[in-house]
């Protein structure tokens, strides 16, 4: 057991895949988005299929498959113009991963990327379709885009006196520090469960660690992108650091193996696949 010196929310992706992972938690999330009932979900392996596209990163938040659809979980603590490309990259590389694999999953799967958005209130939920502009027709429904403004709600819960629609607790919860955790957990059982998990999160040394250094390489790359992008060398910087990232995770799931921790756990914590840490041990 570590001594807490700051408490990381669920806004941090190591504390989301600790404590979201599980299907309770993100059934909970994603009913209040998709405005629906979820009776059965999937883990999927999160790897898309490399290609010649070049673009950053290939490999998913999280990936879950419900009876009806596909679903891409991505956490962005800002929605850049980048971010938004690389997005909408991942969902269209997602239909074509879902065509290919007719024989897996069955073609007539909704694609959907849900987007949860922190620093952001501007809106509570945007939804976005493939739209004709000139003969103003929706193309599609078969691939959609949720935009989820957490903060938004947040502002919401507050501004309301502390009450809040049933269901959007869920959402709510991600970004709350312990002491709010605690006042939620009073009103909503699911809140109560999440914040056991959010609090072991921050009591595990690999959690923390991999948060820290999580930041330190984000504080990184910002400031080299933007020294990289005045000399005309943003892209082989940003590749570096990329690679630097991808180590760190190897060198948590590393030391996970030495401690004989189970596969799954450190696939949550270390963001890698269970292929990919079994490949470590030799």
Not at 10 to 35: G, N, R, S, T, W
Request: net charge negative; no cysteine.
């Amino acid at each position: 057991m570590i001594k807490i010196t700051k408490f990381y929310t669920a806004k941090h992706e190591p504390v989301f895949m600790y404590a979201a992972v599980k299907k309770e938690f993100l059934i909970a999330i994603l009913e209040p988005i998709l405005d629906k009932k979820i009776v059965e979900l999937e883990i999927l392996n999160p790897n898309l299929i490399q290609d010649h596209y070049k673009i950053r990163g290939q490999r998913l938040d999280l990936l879950v498959k419900t009876k009806d659809e596909i679903i891409n979980v991505e956490l962005n603590t800002n929605y850049s113009e980048e971010v938004m490309i690389r997005n909408l990259h991942y969902i269209f590389k997602l239909a074509s991963e879902n065509t290919e694999r007719g024989n897996k999953y069955k073609v007539g799967y909704s694609i959907i990327q849900v987007n949860l958005n922190f620093y952001n209130s501007k809106y509570e939920k945007n939804i976005y379709t493939l739209y004709d502009k000139i003969n103003k027709i929706e193309l599609t429904d078969y691939i959609k885009i949720y935009n989820v403004g957490i903060d938004k709600y947040i502002k919401n819960y507050y501004n309301n006196g502390k009450k809040f629609t049933k269901g959007e607790e869920a959402l709510i919860m991600l970004d709350m520090g312990k002491q709010e955790l605690e006042e939620l957990s009073e009103k909503s059982e699911i809140v109560n469960n999440f914040k056991e998990e959010v609090i072991k999160a921050n009591n595990d040394e690999f959690v923390v660690e991999w948060i820290s250094r999580e930041e330190e390489q984000r504080q990184y790359e910002e400031v080299m992108y933007e020294k990289g992008h005045n000399q005309g060398l943003s892209e082989g910087i940003i590749q570096g650091v990329t690679q630097g990232i991808e180590q760190t995770k190897i060198d948590v799931a590393k030391k996970m193996l030495e401690l004989k921790m189970d596969l799954e756990t450190i696939s949550k914590i270390a963001g890698l696949s269970k292929e990919e840490i079994e490949s470590l041990r030799n």
